[in-house]
């Protein structure tokens, strides 16, 4: 019975050692991850002397948590390629190798963000057929949340580029979040097919040619937040910006909103009943309850959290890869693009 309960789990390997709050949080989120649900399996990489004393700080069902040996940390300043290369035993290198033999399902780093995109492409591989892997995270909005696509993987990307990013984000939106035929939108500086800038103006033909994709044209940054596109389309540069610009200023107006309603008795005293409905709204647009970003298009799930993240952030991201397995993102994204391709004719 606990055989085939253990065959039943999703294996995600966490780099204990990644991020500001290491290893703490990452520590504390594996664990909350497992106290929560049985069908998660946590391998947590890095310093196993360090890593066991966090972890003997908790009560934990033993068997969901395991720990693996990497002597070396790569640290955010360090050259990826080079990190990669030459710290073998670190505990990204580790931990993706981990997912690259198939013993586990996904790995989530909360590390450097060079060092996570350099080995997802070099040590667990892009699956055939993927020209370039975006990071996708969710980002909150009026009606739920869209997925921005790509935020810091390809800050150079080519119009198929943009093409493969919409399918793959297509397939993720709809089998992940359960929205039918999501609404793609490329960004752009107007709603004109004309505007933009020439990756922009080469991109928009080729997608509405998709005949796959539901494709509503361009999409300026302010309707963002509206909700206006269930998937958004760009290159890293401008959706490296987007998404630091929406965090920034998600954090920003949160705060002003706190300071506001204590600065008076009076203040208080309306903040003490407003307090339940706001502090639901508040949570809608607190970006971590929605995990990390995924790097699609690999052979095995590798999930990047923020440098920041506490342990809550951490345990989404963990919940995260259960939803991407039971729904066979990587196999739907590699019938999709197969499917694509031959319609092409490539």
Same mark, same amino acid.
């Not at 649900?37 to 002397?49: K, M």
């Given at each position: 019975?606990?055989?085939?309960?253990?065959?039943?789990?999703?294996?995600? %390997?966490?780099?204990?050692?990644?991020?500001?709050?290491?290893?703490?949080?990452?520590?504390?989120?594996?664990?909350?991850?497992?106290?929560?649900?049985?069908?998660? *399996?946590?391998?947590?990489?890095?310093?196993?002397?360090?890593?066991?004393?966090?972890?003997?700080?908790? $009560?934990?069902?033993?068997?969901?948590?395991?720990?693996?040996?990497?002597?070396?940390?790569? *640290?955010?300043?360090?050259?990826?390629?080079?990190?990669?290369?030459?710290?073998?035993?670190?505990?990204?290198?580790? =931990?993706?190798?981990?997912?690259?033999?198939?013993?586990?399902?996904?790995?989530?780093?909360?590390? $450097?963000?060079?060092? %996570?995109?350099?080995?997802?492409?070099?040590?667990?591989?892009?699956?055939?057929?993927?020209?370039?892997?975006?990071?996708?995270?969710?980002?909150?909005? !009026?009606?739920?949340?869209?997925?921005?696509?790509?935020?810091?993987?390809?800050?150079?990307a080519r119009p198929s580029h943009l093409v493969q990013f919409a399918r793959m984000g297509s397939v993720y939106m709809e089998h992940v979040l359960?929205?039918?035929?999501?609404?793609?939108?490329?960004?752009?500086?107007?709603?004109?097919? !004309?505007?933009?800038?020439?990756?922009?103006?080469?991109?928009?033909?080729?997608?509405?040619?998709?005949?796959?994709?539901?494709?509503?044209?361009?999409? !300026?940054?302010? *309707?963002?937040?509206?909700?206006?596109?269930?998937?958004?389309?760009?290159?890293?540069?401008?959706?490296?910006?987007?998404?630091?610009?929406?965090?920034?200023?998600?954090?920003?107006?949160?705060?002003?909103?706190?300071?506001?309603?204590?600065?008076?008795?009076?203040?208080?005293? =309306?903040?003490?009943?407003?307090?339940?409905?706001?502090?639901?709204?508040?949570?809608?647009?607190?970006?971590?309850?929605?995990?990390?970003?995924?790097?699609?298009?690999?052979?095995?799930?590798?999930?990047?959290?923020?440098?920041?993240?506490?342990? %809550?952030?951490?345990?989404?991201?963990?919940?995260?890869?259960?939803?991407?397995? *039971?729904?066979?993102?990587? =196999?739907?994204?590699?019938?999709?693009?197969?499917?694509?391709? !031959?319609?092409?004719?490539?």
């Amino acid at each position: 019975m606990q055989q085939n309960q253990d065959a039943g789990r999703t294996k995600v %390997v966490l780099d204990a050692m990644g991020g500001d709050y290491a290893p703490a949080e990452p520590v504390k989120g594996a664990v909350d991850a497992v106290c929560a649900r049985e069908d998660i *399996e946590v391998i947590l990489v890095g310093q196993e002397d360090v890593v066991r004393g966090e972890l003997s700080n908790y $009560s934990y069902p033993s068997g969901q948590i395991t720990v693996v040996h990497a002597e070396e940390v790569i *640290e955010t300043a360090e050259p990826p390629v080079a990190a990669i290369r030459k710290k073998k035993q670190s505990s990204i290198v580790v =931990g993706m190798n981990l997912v690259k033999r198939k013993e586990a399902d996904a790995f989530v780093s909360a590390g $450097s963000s060079g060092a %996570v995109l350099v080995g997802g492409q070099g040590i667990v591989g892009r699956i055939r057929g993927i020209e370039r892997p975006p990071l996708a995270p969710l980002i909150p909005t !009026e009606k739920g949340v869209s997925l921005l696509i790509d935020c810091g993987a390809n800050v150079d990307a080519r119009p198929s580029h943009l093409v493969q990013f919409a399918r793959m984000g297509s397939v993720y939106m709809e089998h992940v979040l359960g929205v039918k035929r999501p609404r793609v939108a490329i960004v752009n500086i107007g709603a004109e097919e !004309e505007k933009g800038n020439a990756l922009v103006k080469d991109t928009f033909p080729l997608l509405k040619e998709c005949t796959d994709l539901n494709f509503v044209g361009s999409i !300026e940054a302010r *309707e963002i937040p509206r909700g206006e596109a269930d998937v958004i389309v760009c290159e890293a540069f401008v959706g490296n910006v987007i998404l630091k610009l929406y965090e920034g200023l998600s954090a920003t107006l949160i705060d002003a909103i706190k300071k506001g309603m204590t600065s008076t008795l009076k203040s208080k005293i =309306g903040a003490a009943l407003a307090l339940p409905a706001l502090k639901g709204t508040l949570k809608s647009f607190d970006a971590t309850q929605y995990g990390g970003a995924p790097l699609l298009g690999l052979n095995g799930l590798v999930v990047k959290t923020h440098g920041s993240a506490k342990a %809550v952030e951490i345990t989404n991201s963990i919940f995260q890869c259960v939803t991407f397995k *039971e729904q066979d993102i990587n =196999g739907r994204i590699r019938k999709n693009i197969l499917s694509s391709a !031959e319609q092409e004719g490539m």
